[in-house]
């Protein structure tokens, strides 16, 4: 982050000299004064230069969690970490019944994807219901972290995104009902796409990282 942000030849953000300035209007924000100290605990109350490059470099980073109960399940075989309520939401997940699979497919429930073998098809957009057209469709993984919900934000719990999809009328969206039962499973299965140390790693490894 310290090129784009402070170079001079050529020069970027041309922010270069203007360090305090950027800290100031930063902490003039409420919202951003805590934000920082909840990001950034036991470091004082005010905003550094260095926490503002700490901040957008994790922001850019890609974060790869692949233990969530899922995966133990699928790729190590261990099947006693999914229980029968998120096996069962698994089957209503991927069923022809809900369609859930039709756009959150793929390893990383996005469609589509690119690795070493090559592109597996075209990227994946859909009509996600809330009357805005077709829209990227988003991963699934560590959907349990990642509220609120839809392109817009508007739905702040993932009850309420099954509960939204059960209501929608759209191109390309299977109208469905869900029992209760039902609902709690596939909201069981959902939340196994979560690894649980997701979102857990110290000031010191997101520091080192940078530094790497």
Same mark, same amino acid.
């Given at each position: 982050? @310290?090129?784009?942000?402070?170079?001079?030849?050529?020069?970027?953000?041309?922010?270069?000299? /203007?360090? =305090?300035?950027?800290?100031? /209007?930063?902490?003039?924000?409420?919202?951003?004064?805590? #934000? +920082?100290?909840?990001?950034?605990?036991?470091? %004082?109350?005010?905003?550094?230069?260095?926490?503002?490059?700490?901040?957008?470099?994790? *922001?850019?980073?890609?974060?790869? +969690? %692949? @233990?969530?109960?899922?995966?133990? *399940? !699928?790729?190590?075989?261990?099947?006693?970490?999914?229980?029968?309520?998120?096996?069962?939401?698994?089957?209503?997940?991927?069923?022809? /019944?809900?369609?859930?699979?039709?756009?959150?497919?793929?390893?990383?429930?996005?469609?589509?994807? /690119?690795?070493?073998?090559? =592109?597996?098809?075209?990227?994946?957009? #859909?009509?996600?219901?809330?009357?805005?057209?077709?829209?990227?469709?988003?991963?699934?993984?560590? !959907?349990?972290?990642? #509220?609120?919900?839809?392109?817009?934000?508007?739905?702040?719990?993932?009850?309420?995104?099954?509960?939204? *999809?059960?209501?929608?009328?759209?191109?390309?969206?299977?109208? +469905?009902?869900?029992? =209760?039962?039902?609902? @709690?499973?596939?909201?069981? +299965?959902?939340? &196994?796409?979560?690894?649980?140390?997701?979102?857990?790693?110290?000031?010191?490894?997101?520091?080192?990282?940078? &530094? @790497?």
């Amino acid at each position: 982050m @310290r090129e784009p942000m402070l170079n001079e030849h050529p020069v970027e953000l041309g922010l270069k000299g /203007r360090e =305090a300035e950027v800290v100031a /209007r930063l902490a003039s924000d409420a919202s951003y004064r805590a #934000a +920082f100290a909840s990001a950034f605990p036991g470091e %004082g109350s005010g905003i550094t230069f260095e926490q503002v490059i700490l901040a957008i470099a994790a *922001y850019e980073r890609t974060l790869i +969690f %692949g @233990r969530s109960p899922f995966d133990l *399940y !699928v790729f190590e075989g261990k099947h006693d970490v999914l229980g029968a309520d998120a096996r069962r939401g698994m089957t209503l997940f991927f069923s022809e /019944r809900l369609g859930c699979a039709s756009c959150h497919s793929g390893f990383n429930f996005s469609g589509a994807w /690119r690795d070493s073998q090559g =592109a597996t098809g075209e990227p994946s957009f #859909a009509d996600n219901g809330l009357g805005v057209g077709p829209m990227r469709v988003p991963t699934l993984r560590n !959907v349990s972290l990642t #509220a609120p919900y839809m392109h817009d934000g508007s739905l702040p719990t993932l009850e309420a995104v099954v509960e939204h *999809y059960e209501r929608a009328r759209a191109p390309g969206l299977r109208s +469905f009902t869900l029992s =209760a039962a039902e609902r @709690r499973e596939l909201l069981a +299965f959902l939340h &196994s796409l979560t690894d649980p140390t997701f979102g857990m790693e110290s000031h010191a490894e997101r520091t080192n990282s940078v &530094s @790497r």
